[in-house]
């Protein structure tokens, strides 16, 4: 199947800057989607950016201009790159990737997570 894991988290002072990385494994050539989300604490995981093989980027519920998703399709990584932090986005965030895009439901596997944290 495909694994994704995350990197790229930590702690980080307000205004400062974050790249986060979601490299994935396996079958990996039947990915057709790069995604991320987060998670505040108490709160429900929200979808933030996808970009898809074929370089379709779709934004939502995104900080606008602070939030960059991109991809190196050769190293099968995507990236968040996040700008001008805020204390309100410290949360969790999570990749996922979504394969066998023909197939119906459309097969999605996340990662564990890594914690953002940025300091007033």
């Known amino acids: 199947q495909v694994q994704v894991v995350e990197s790229g988290g930590g702690s980080v002072q307000a205004g400062g800057t974050l790249k986060l990385s979601c490299t994935a494994s396996?079958?990996?050539?039947?990915?057709?989607?790069m995604k991320w989300y987060r998670q505040h604490p108490g709160k429900e995981r929200t979808f933030l950016s996808s970009?898809?093989?074929?370089?379709?980027?779709i934004y939502e519920n995104v900080p606008k201009g602070r939030f960059t998703i991109s991809q190196d399709i050769g190293k099968n990584t995507a990236y968040l790159l996040m700008s001008n932090l805020e204390p309100e986005d410290t949360a969790v965030y999570y990749c996922?990737?979504?394969?066998?895009?023909?197939?119906?439901?459309?097969?999605?596997?996340y990662g564990q997570g890594t914690q953002v944290t940025v300091s007033s």
């Open positions: 970009i898809g093989r074929d370089g379709i980027v």
């Open positions: 396996g079958y990996t050539s039947r990915i057709c989607r």
């Open positions: 996922a990737a979504d394969y066998d895009c023909y197939s119906v439901p459309i097969a999605t596997v």
